[in-house]
């Protein structure tokens, strides 16, 4: 079920109706467990069976890890919770990576070679990252196990962040579940603006800016490096406004229900540098990343150069996690080293922000060019090649592509100004009426005859 099809909104309004009447956290919150289920199982019922084994396995590892004063033990549980869910991950989203990537020396062996057609549970990556936070969080002794089955396995299938987040933790979301949310018109008139907000990112801008994408990226070769340029530009908008209209979407239902979900995205086109950009982009995954990976291998507390070592290896393993193609683990090491590099000093905190903006800017838009050509780095090279050297070709500019990018420049400019706060549809100003209005419009009008999935459910 996509957040921008029509059977979400029937489907959310009868839940939070259902909700608000429900009395007692047992009986709400059962209610709102069935109803991820079924949102789940509306996709494919069959996966419903690993939310079922991550919560069980999770929730008794956990309770036997806080109990135990013995370190082996508490290892061993601990690595009992890694080898389920990380191997869960490993068997449906990198097996058949993995048989294809070693398929010469399978058949030289005398195997087949061949990939098994494993299809990707949607979600997998996000509700496993989230439910690993929870039992190393314990083990580390920074989270009490809750001793609710209910609300535990409630905390990893709720619906609004289970496909795509945002990156929930336990120590976020379990002491909301414990008890019953009061009622706020206020929270309600706010989650709804941005549910809205969210719905008009993804459809008016991320798919308008998805049409320029989809041709130029098909044949690459047959364009102008200037249009290559902007087809880039456009991926870069694409994706981050179907992320954050998603990411928009499900913090405000969340909110609606009366439960609060961190923030996912703060502008990251506005960054002067890759450590800033990795702090307003994805905000739950990267805090992820450090807080489980960087630190665990060390951090920056053992030297340079294995603080360098530790950023290479987590934005490789971030890449990594975003797909199981070899132009993600690129895009990673990319990340690692322009981050690796910073790091060191190489760039100056005395530069100008300006520049520091266009160098980020740079980088990130590379990136992108190995983020979009999943699983094709011949493809990616080519464009890199013909943007470097603006060769000739087609020079295509179309209108609505063009325009959603200006709306991009002037959304990220304006929320440097004391238009930020007006963005957001206040309830007391006398424009919000209107500006709603206009948006439900725009959406009823402009929406295309066929919705696109949300980028990230493929991760």
């Given at each position: 079920?996509?957040?921008?099809?029509?059977?979400?909104?029937?489907?959310?309004?009868?839940?939070?109706?259902?909700?608000?009447?429900?009395?007692?956290?047992?009986?709400?919150?059962?209610?709102?467990?069935?109803?991820?289920?079924?949102?789940?199982?509306?996709?494919?019922?069959?996966?419903?069976?690993?939310?079922?084994?991550?919560?069980?396995?999770?929730?008794?590892?956990?309770?036997?890890?806080?109990?135990?004063?013995?370190?082996?033990?508490?290892?061993?549980?601990?690595?009992?919770?890694?080898?389920?869910?990380?191997?869960?991950?490993?068997y449906?989203?990198?097996?058949?990576?993995?048989?294809?990537?070693?398929?010469?020396?399978?058949?030289?062996?005398?195997?087949?070679?061949?990939?098994l057609?494993?299809?990707?549970?949607?979600?997998?990556?996000?509700?496993?990252?989230?439910?690993?936070?929870?039992?190393?969080?314990?083990?580390?002794r920074?989270?009490?196990?809750?001793?609710?089955?209910?609300?535990?396995?409630?905390?990893?299938?709720?619906?609004?962040?289970?496909?795509?987040?945002?990156?929930?933790?336990?120590?976020?979301?379990?002491?909301?579940?414990?008890?019953?949310?009061?009622?706020?018109?206020?929270?309600?008139?706010?989650?709804?603006?941005?549910?809205?907000?969210?719905?008009?990112?993804?459809?008016?801008?991320?798919?308008r800016?998805?049409e320029?994408?989809?041709?130029?990226?098909?044949?690459?070769?047959?364009?102008?490096?200037?249009?290559?340029w902007?087809?880039?530009?456009?991926?870069?908008?694409?994706?981050?406004?179907?992320?954050?209209?998603?990411?928009?979407?499900?913090?405000?239902?969340?909110?609606?229900?009366?439960?609060?979900?961190?923030?996912n995205?703060?502008?990251?086109?506005?960054?002067?540098?890759?450590?800033?950009?990795?702090?307003?982009?994805?905000?739950?995954?990267?805090?992820?990343?450090?807080?489980?990976?960087?630190?665990?291998?060390?951090?920056?507390?053992?030297?340079?150069?294995?603080?360098?070592?530790?950023?290479?290896?987590?934005?490789?393993?971030?890449?990594?996690?975003?797909?199981?193609?070899?132009?993600?683990?690129?895009?990673?090491?990319?990340?690692?080293?322009?981050?690796?590099?910073?790091?060191?000093?190489?760039?100056?905190?005395?530069?100008?922000?300006?520049?520091?903006?266009?160098?980020?800017?740079?980088?990130?838009?590379?990136?992108?060019?190995?983020?979009?050509?999943?699983?094709?780095?011949?493809?990616?090279?080519?464009?890199?090649?013909?943007?470097?050297t603006?060769?000739?070709?087609?020079?295509?500019?179309?209108p609505?592509?063009?325009?959603?990018?200006?709306?991009?420049?002037?959304?990220?400019?304006?929320?440097?100004?004391?238009?930020?706060?007006?963005?957001?549809?206040?309830?007391?100003?006398?424009?919000?009426?209107?500006?709603?209005?206009?948006?439900?419009?725009?959406?009823?009008?402009?929406?295309?005859?066929?919705?696109?999935?949300?980028?990230?459910?493929?991760?």
């Amino acid at each position: 079920m996509l957040f921008t099809q029509l059977e979400f909104p029937i489907f959310f309004a009868i839940i939070l109706i259902a909700a608000w009447l429900s009395r007692g956290r047992t009986l709400r919150n059962t209610l709102l467990l069935v109803a991820s289920y079924y949102f789940y199982a509306h996709w494919d019922y069959r996966f419903c069976v690993l939310l079922m084994l991550s919560t069980a396995v999770d929730f008794v590892v956990a309770k036997q890890i806080h109990r135990s004063e013995n370190e082996v033990f508490r290892r061993r549980m601990l690595l009992i919770s890694l080898v389920i869910n990380l191997g869960m991950l490993g068997y449906f989203k990198y097996c058949d990576f993995f048989i294809a990537s070693a398929r010469p020396l399978l058949q030289a062996c005398g195997l087949s070679g061949e990939t098994l057609g494993i299809i990707l549970p949607v979600g997998i990556s996000f509700f496993t990252f989230q439910t690993l936070s929870y039992t190393i969080d314990v083990y580390r002794r920074k989270l009490a196990p809750t001793n609710s089955l209910l609300d535990f396995a409630l905390f990893v299938a709720f619906f609004p962040q289970l496909v795509a987040g945002p990156i929930v933790r336990a120590r976020e979301l379990l002491p909301q579940l414990a008890a019953v949310p009061k009622f706020s018109r206020r929270r309600m008139y706010g989650g709804a603006q941005q549910m809205l907000r969210g719905a008009a990112k993804k459809i008016l801008i991320a798919d308008r800016l998805g049409e320029m994408v989809d041709v130029v990226f098909a044949g690459p070769e047959l364009y102008s490096g200037l249009t290559i340029w902007i087809a880039v530009i456009a991926y870069a908008g694409q994706i981050y406004y179907d992320f954050a209209g998603y990411s928009d979407i499900a913090i405000g239902a969340a909110k609606m229900l009366g439960y609060r979900f961190p923030a996912n995205f703060r502008h990251p086109y506005l960054a002067t540098s890759m450590g800033d950009f990795w702090h307003r982009w994805h905000m739950t995954l990267s805090r992820w990343l450090r807080d489980y990976v960087y630190v665990s291998l060390g951090g920056n507390r053992n030297g340079h150069w294995q603080t360098y070592r530790n950023l290479l290896l987590t934005m490789t393993l971030g890449g990594l996690w975003h797909g199981a193609a070899w132009t993600f683990l690129l895009w990673g090491l990319w990340h690692g080293i322009s981050l690796a590099i910073e790091k060191a000093g190489a760039t100056t905190k005395r530069m100008p922000r300006l520049l520091g903006w266009v160098m980020t800017m740079f980088i990130v838009l590379v990136g992108w060019i190995l983020f979009r050509c999943a699983g094709d780095l011949p493809q990616a090279t080519a464009m890199i090649q013909q943007m470097a050297t603006f060769s000739k070709g087609i020079a295509w500019y179309p209108p609505l592509a063009i325009g959603a990018i200006a709306v991009m420049v002037l959304e990220h400019l304006a929320w440097r100004t004391p238009l930020r706060k007006a963005m957001r549809l206040p309830s007391d100003r006398w424009y919000s009426p209107i500006a709603t209005t206009i948006l439900l419009w725009a959406l009823v009008i402009y929406a295309p005859q066929q919705f696109s999935p949300f980028v990230y459910f493929q991760f």
